[in-house]
């Protein structure tokens, strides 16, 4: 049964709206920010001197229920030296396809070197693409700090795992 | 007949001069026991006559000497005898004074104890700083080898013995016998698992009795005057004399060979001269570095020094290594002290000494230096208890000793190094 | 079988309680074991169920009461209820110094027990460093595994006042020791000291500076180094192989059985995917897998680190055909329809040449080819023997752990730790028993600190020495040559005679210490006398076990290869051969000359030997670690292994290819189902009757148990759930009753300045599957030859020297080594060095 009143209040809303600000934007130009506990794409961080948080524990690995991360270690040396212990990544690789963004390689990793960020504009053309190794993973360097592999002078780092800044 | 003096049994050097020239001991019976013992008693009848007598081991343990030598396998031989003079205890000196003044004394002990256990090899293990005493313990045995004393066919019976000495390498734990069994056999100075025990699985496998240089040195008058002669001195569980070694804050410290049940005042205040300086006693340890911490109240003092009635004032005679510490020391100081010996003398062989001391050793430093917080007495007191009844030898044990002790018996001296509130080891830990 | 079972009926049982469950154990079990024989958990570090307790860690502390006695009646006393009254000791005990007692009641998850425990590994943890992420043991370590179990989740110790020691010691090429990690159990020490009787480690310095240091030089010198990382609670010791390599959990493991040698141990092959491997799977490492019978819980260095060949990037991968002179790629197709051919046209002229490492079904299809043709099927060994092994070999039951005072064990012209170690390890183990080990040998080994008597001779006269032994036994032999009886009224021989023939049961072993295959073959003859005549056969440890050079020569032999008395005379003379898994070329010119005259040389193989590159087919296989099969021990235990990684691209199995040859030839073999084939050896081969794969793969109970959950009582050795092999009886098990068979006894004449060359055995030599590691590199055998100091003083020779070694007519320059303990006017030999010998040969030796 037509109540022509109920008709009458939908149209009203209908007509208001027009005159609203919209709540979509012009993606993508504009790009909406994202919450502070966005899980993005992830990011393997660094150091300020530029050398790797990851040790290539492959505990993210362990933790990941979608079998999405890979990981190689190898031996650091103070001729070649990618991160402060006595190991690192020398694989990494996490498969997007199968990445399911839910956070738990970053609460497994024992030094904060995995960290979900913020990009979320992941597209592939094949499948290979998807997989990210880690050289595109890896946080650029700090203008300031030199690249990895760095040389440094023996018995700088004698820690198996480098001591961090917030253990909590 | 060998002379004796009041009660000094071990020290006769004392009031005979020259006791450690070979002429002057046989002048006065030297070696008349051993060689009436093997020319004319049975090896069982020597055992027989120390049980008799009592004689319990100045070592520390206190088992009675007697008992012991009847422990050894007569179904596996050789049987070897080691007289430990491996003195390393922390205010312990008497085994040093009786071998350097009175050795043909402790010779003839050892020798009797070899008698008794037919052993034909006996060993005088000395520590490793005793070098220069060796070289004289050696000379001497040379000399009873020349005057027949030692070697093959024994005053014209079938018996044969030699003797030998043994230095260390420098460890405390090689004073504890299967630790010291081991090190003579050229392995690392650690101690064994028990049992079995040295009388059934002792020198390079083969029975062995472990006696201590004091308790070895009882032994020839034991024989020449008997087991009852022997029991006129000190009590009925604790026969005999004992050495006292006394030092710390005292007037006049040293030996003092005292009948056993001697009390702790007549020791410190009639023998050692008292306090210096006219200051209050605090504390004493008993029997050196490794025992509890007796509040030196009138009772303790007026304490009999002998086996079981130490323990009533919550002390250990053990070698009798009576330490005097007097009001101007702080236990937590002492308590350091004590740790850090340990620390350095632990074997490392089971883990709660190993890594317990370690512990310890940085929580008494940090009380000690000020730095430490009222958690650390409380966690101090919590890794020494964890450490109590779980090590493979007593050392572990040992070592908790004066920190339980002193932090139970002198609180007051360990919270007043410590700041009130925990800031202290936040700082640290940053 | 287990100890504990073993032991049932030597010794009184004794009924204890351990946390409410009672059992009966042999009176003297160790708390520990009696608890975990029922799989209940006392944790332990320092124990290990096969040394000797120390009671170190006191990991293992636990309430332990006994039934109280009147003193006077020794009654025992009893509570209201009428149960014996326990008194439980005023401190806790140690669970592995503890031995079982009758009614004894044991209390392992009191708050007391619990506490303890979780003090005792807070006082560990005190001093470990806590970097599991990238210590190679997180995940199947014990410290952490009885962490997570008992221990607190707080440390209250300060981080910063840990102790810090050196992090990466390499206390040998092959192992790295992190003195941080170590909890100075003191099981690598006791481990080398007790159980392999290489004192090279020990413990230095003392409390809690005390560290674990390496006495020799190379450091770690040990064919065993890899078992101390297995046994090792924590991350201290690892293998310099796996220095982060993976994660135990991220790798999969495939049963297998080691083909380095005849004793067969049982493997676990872990493997991963791999970047480096384009995403395929490969081996990271080498695990021993548990059989009580065979290799218990142990491997040898070489069997754990040569492993590598599979992946190595020489392999080859296609098959080669010579064209112009020239090998080049071909397809199958087109190689197996030109070996086929030739195959033809050659019928009975065809010489087939297989090697030991092949697997029972490639060595069946051969032999089935080869008959089918009506050509030879030859071993490639310069070892005789197998026939008589399989009629007089180790009885059914047969197992050296069982062996005590009743057994005599005689090891023959074998220097038994470089040709077998795992035999070694168990016959010194024997000897600690109480077995009555007779070593006889030109020159000193490590099996001499075991034995009884220690029998010397002249190289070549080693059947002469067991026909001595006989003749000591058996007076009653025909007439012998002097030296025979000279050997005989020698008072050592004598009295190892009387040993042996006194012995309830006699177990020979023969190697291949200074023997040609001539002298090999009156050996073994020698030695299956001296088992007849004394009786020693058909029954369980009795009987003839051949100290193989290759993992399967056993297995040839049972599928009716044999080795050619005159192997250069039948390449010269045959129109095809086709050679498998064996590189004669490579051994001696000799037969590289001779392969140079055959007609057609058809070469299946993993590698480019020099053998392949005289081919005209080359014809590429399956790694066995690739594939599926079967090997049968010296002990002839038939064992299976299984594939770990998969095939390279296009390639067969050694079995299919046959197979596929053979199917051009119009014989069906089985190509596929390595499964089916053994159902053809068991219609064949009559010893082999009624096995299969199914039977091969039974296991049973094993002790001590071991597992992947309780690494910290036996190790991280494998549990084994892929099967523990069946032994064959041999003949005389099955009622055939041999003859003696007297053969003549060869002997080497030398003339004037000459030296005897004599072949001898290295474990870690330069074979074609071992040098692919190089890890194992630097610890391989330089090419060498030894010398008895006085020779070489004689001849101006120092040790180290490069000197002219003129043998054979062919010159080569090779280092010098010492050895006092070798009869004069000898140069030893060792085989697979590239010093082309294959029997004793006069040699000269030139200073450079």
Same mark, same amino acid.
């Given at each position: ?69 890979? =990981?190689?270690? %190898?031996?650091?040396?103070?001729? *070649?030296?990618?991160? +402060? &212990? ?6 990494? /690789? ?46 650029? =360097?700090?203008? %300031?700090?030199?690249?990895?592999? *760095?040389?440094?002078? +023996? &018995? ?6 480098? /001591? ?5 | ?430 | ?848």
């Amino acid at each position: 049964m037509l109540r022509p009143g109920a008709l009458m209040r939908g149209m009203w809303t209908t007509f208001k709206s027009m005159f609203e600000k919209p709540v979509t934007v012009m993606y993508p130009q504009v790009k909406r920010p994202v919450s502070k506990r966005f899980k993005g794409r992830h990011e393997l961080k660094r150091y300020d001197n530029g050398l790797e948080k990851c040790i290539g524990c492959a505990l993210c690995a362990a933790a990941c229920p979608a079998d999405a991360i890979f =990981v190689e270690a %190898s031996e650091n040396t103070d001729e *070649q030296r990618y991160s +402060p &212990g006595e190991r690192y990544a020398s694989t990494y /690789e996490i498969n997007f396809l199968r990445c399911i963004y839910c956070g738990f390689c970053e609460d497994a990793c024992p030094t904060e070197a995995i960290v979900l960020g913020d990009n979320y504009e992941l597209s592939y053309t094949n499948r290979s693409e998807a997989i990210y190794t880690r050289e595109m993973l890896l946080v650029p =360097v700090h203008p %300031s700090a030199a690249p990895t592999p *760095q040389k440094v002078a +023996p &018995g700088t780092f004698d820690r198996p795992i480098p /001591e961090m800044e917030d253990p909590d | 007949m060998s002379k004796v003096k009041g009660s000094r049994i071990l020290l006769r050097h004392r009031d005979i001069p020259k006791l450690d020239k070979l002429d002057v001991y046989l002048e006065d019976g030297g070696f008349e026991s051993f060689k009436k013992a093997v020319t004319k008693m049975k090896p069982d009848k020597v055992t027989e006559i120390v049980k008799d007598s009592g004689l319990r081991g100045r070592g520390g343990a206190g088992f009675p000497t007697g008992v012991k030598w009847s422990f050894i396998d007569a179904n596996n031989w050789p049987h070897y005898v080691v007289a430990n003079a491996d003195e390393s205890e922390p205010g312990t000196f008497k085994d040093r004074e009786i071998m350097e003044q009175n050795p043909y004394q402790f010779f003839e002990g050892v020798m009797l104890s070899a008698y008794a256990i037919q052993a034909n090899d006996a060993y005088i293990y000395l520590r490793g700083e005793f070098w220069d005493l060796a070289h004289e313990l050696d000379k001497k045995i040379k000399k009873l080898e020349k005057s027949g004393y030692l070697g093959k066919k024994l005053f014209g019976t079938d018996y044969s013995l030699n003797l030998y000495t043994h230095l260390g390498a420098g460890a405390y734990i090689c004073g504890e016998e299967t630790a010291l069994l081991e090190s003579m056999e050229g392995k690392l100075g650690q101690p064994r698992l028990r049992p079995p025990f040295p009388p059934s699985f002792g020198l390079f496998g083969k029975p062995t009795v472990v006696n201590n240089v004091e308790t070895l040195a009882n032994v020839p008058l034991i024989i020449e005057k008997g087991a009852k002669w022997y029991r006129k001195f000190g009590t009925e569980r604790s026969p005999g004399t004992k050495v006292f070694s006394l030092s710390g804050n005292v007037n006049k410290p040293g030996n003092y060979e005292l009948p056993l049940a001697s009390t702790f005042r007549e020791l410190i205040f009639k023998h050692g001269g008292g306090i210096p300086d006219g200051h209050a006693i605090k504390a004493i340890m008993a029997a050196g570095a490794s025992s509890s911490l007796i509040v030196a109240n009138d009772e303790a003092l007026d304490t009999p020094m002998d086996y079981e009635s130490v323990q009533n004032v919550g002390g250990m005679l053990g070698s009798a290594s009576v330490i005097v510490i007097d009001e101007t020391v702080d236990i937590s100081w002492l308590v350091n002290k004590t740790v850090h010996f340990f620390k350095h003398e632990s074997c490392g062989k089971c883990t709660p000494c190993r890594e317990g001391v370690f512990w310890m050793s940085h929580l008494t430093e940090r009380i000690d230096n000020g730095s430490g917080s009222r958690e650390d007495i409380v966690l101090l007191q919590d890794v020494a208890n964890n450490i109590q009844g779980k090590c493979l030898c007593a050392l572990g044990d040992f070592s908790t000793q004066a920190v339980v002790t002193g932090i139970e018996r002198f609180p007051e001296d360990f919270k007043a190094k410590v700041s009130p509130n925990q800031a202290a080891r936040i700082k640290i830990n940053e | 079988m287990s100890e504990l079972v073993k032991n049932e009926a030597a010794q009184n049982m004794v009924t204890l309680t351990i946390d409410d469950h009672t059992m009966s154990v042999p009176e003297g079990t160790l708390v520990v074991d009696a608890a975990r024989s029922i799989g209940l958990d006392i944790p332990v570090f320092c124990y290990h169920p096969k040394m000797e307790p120390v009671g170190m860690c006191r990991m293992c502390l636990v309430e332990i009461g006994t039934p109280m006695r009147d003193r006077t009646t020794s009654e025992p006393i009893l509570e209201d209820d009428g149960s014996p009254k326990i008194q439980f000791f005023p401190n806790l005990m140690t669970g592995c110094t503890f031995r079982a007692s009758e009614g004894m009641v044991v209390r392992g998850y009191t708050e007391k027990v619990t506490a303890a425990r979780k003090e005792v590994l807070e006082f560990l943890l005190t001093s470990h460093p806590l970097d599991c992420p990238t210590c190679d043991k997180g995940g199947e370590c014990p410290l952490q595994n009885l962490t997570m179990q008992f221990g607190d989740g707080e440390s209250r110790f300060i981080y910063d006042e840990k102790m810090h020691s050196a992090k990466h010691v390499a206390l040998g090429d092959l192992i790295f020791l992190d003195r941080e990690r170590c909890i100075q159990c003191a099981r690598c020490t006791r481990f080398q000291d007790e159980i392999v009787d290489d004192q090279v480690i020990g413990f230095s310095n003392r409390g809690r500076a005390l560290e674990i240091v390496t006495f020799s030089d190379p450091g770690f010198d040990s064919y065993w180094s890899g078992n101390t990382t297995d046994i090792c609670p924590v991350g201290a010791l690892t293998t310099a192989d796996f220095r982060f390599g993976a994660r135990p959990w991220e790798m999969n493991a495939s049963a297998s059985i080691c083909n380095h040698c005849a004793v067969g141990c049982n493997l676990t092959f872990n493997t991963r995917r791999e970047v480096k491997s384009g995403g395929e799977k490969i081996i990271k490492r080498v695990m021993p897998r548990q059989n009580e019978a065979v290799n218990e819980i142990w491997i040898c260095d070489k069997g754990r680190f040569a492993y590598h060949f599979t992946a190595s990037d020489q392999r080859l991968n296609q098959p080669l055909i010579r064209k112009d002179g020239k090998l080049v790629p071909s397809s199958w197709e087109l190689a197996l329809d030109l070996v086929t051919s030739r195959f033809k046209n050659a019928g009975e002229n065809l010489v087939t040449l297989a090697g030991g490492r092949l697997s029972n079904e490639d060595l069946f299809n051969l032999a089935e080819l080869s008959a089918h043709l009506g050509g030879d099927a030859l071993l490639y060994s310069d070892m005789a023997g197998g026939d008589l092994v399989s009629r007089l070999g180790v009885g059914e039951g047969t197992n050296f752990s069982d062996m005590g005072p009743e057994t005599a064990i005689l090891v023959v012209a074998c220097n038994l730790e470089e040709e077998a170690p795992l035999w070694w390890l168990r016959i010194k183990q024997a000897a600690e028993r109480g077995a009555k080990v007779i070593v006889a040998n030109p020159r000193k080994t490590k099996l001499d600190r075991s034995a009884i008597h220690n029998l010397r001779y002249e190289y070549g006269q080693e059947a002469g020495l067991v026909t001595a032994l006989l003749s000591a036994i058996s007076p009653k032999q025909p007439k012998s040559p002097a030296f025979v009886n000279k050997l005989a009224k020698d008072k050592e021989v004598k009295a190892a005679a009387k040993a042996l023939s006194e012995a309830e049961n006699t177990v020979i072993l023969f190697g291949s210490e200074g023997t040609s295959y001539a002298a090999s073959a009156a050996l073994a003859q020698a030695c299956a006398n001296l088992l007849i005549a004394s009786g020693h056969i058909g029954r369980p440890n009795n009987g003839l076990i051949g100290v193989w050079d290759k993992g399967n020569a056993q297995g040839a032999w049972d599928m009716g290869l044999r080795p050619s008395e005159d192997l250069d005379a039948a390449l010269k003379t045959s129109q095809a051969v086709y050679i498998s898994a064996a590189d004669p070329a490579g051994d001696s010119k000799q037969y590289a000359s001779a392969l140079k005259k055959a007609d057609f040389v058809v070469v299946q193989e993993l590698y480019m030997t020099a053998t392949a590159e005289l081919a005209d087919v080359v014809l590429p296989a399956q790694a066995f670690t690739e594939r599926e099969g079967t090997y049968t021990s010296g002990e002839r235990r038939v064992q299976r292994f299984y594939p770990a990684v998969p095939s390279l691209p296009d390639l067969l199995p050694d079995f299919g290819i046959t197979a596929e040859i053979a199917g051009r030839l119009g014989l069906e073999l089985e190509k596929t189902a390595p499964a089916s084939v053994m159902l053809q050896i068991a219609e064949v081969v009559p010893d082999y009757a009624e096995l299969t794969y199914q039977k091969l793969a039974k296991v049973e109970k094993q002790f001590p148990l071991i597992g992947r959950e309780d690494v910290y009582y036996g190790g991280t050795s494998y549990q084994n759930s892929q099967g523990l092999g069946v032994q064959l009886k041999p003949a005389a098990q099955n009622g055939d009753s041999p003859v003696l068979v007297i053969t003549e006894l060869p002997e080497v004449k030398l003339s004037g300045e000459e030296l005897l060359a004599v072949p001898v055995t290295r474990l870690l030599d330069l074979g074609n599957t071992v040098t692919p590691s190089e890890v194992l590199v630097t610890r391989l055998a330089k090419p060498h030859v030894a010398l008895h100091p006085q020779d070489a003083e004689k001849l101006g020779v120092e040790w180290g020297s490069k000197v002219k070694l003129i043998l054979n007519g062919s010159t080569q320059t090779v280092l010098v080594e010492f050895d006092n303990s070798m009869p004069h006017g000898v140069v030893l030999v060792p085989r697979s060095l590239g010093i082309p010998i294959i029997s004793p040969t006069p040699a000269t030796i030139k200073v450079l």
